[in-house]
């Protein structure tokens, strides 16, 4: 799927955990160095939405492309 996989992981580390959206679109992963990052699996494209999470808790809602997870300090919803 990714060509180099030292260039999908240089600036996020190792993934601690990840959700799979119901469709299999999107994953969100949570990193050891507490950054979050979504993929779009068709585009094949990957973006850091934020940089101090909790790394056990992406989570997708069941049935849509909305996810949630903690942060340092909240509760935040990613609604696509």
């Given at each position: 799927m990714y060509e180099n996989r030292h260039d999908v992981f240089s600036s996020t580390k190792g993934v601690r955990n990840l959700s799979i959206s119901s469709d299999g679109r999107y994953v969100v992963s949570a990193?050891?160095?507490k950054k979050l990052v979504l993929w779009d699996i068709e585009k094949r494209t990957k973006t850091v939405l934020a940089e101090r999470v909790?790394?056990?808790s992406p989570y997708f809602i069941p049935n849509s492309h909305d996810f949630m997870w903690q942060d340092k300090i909240m509760l935040c919803i990613f609604k696509m």
């Open positions: 990193h050891y160095g909790n790394t056990n």
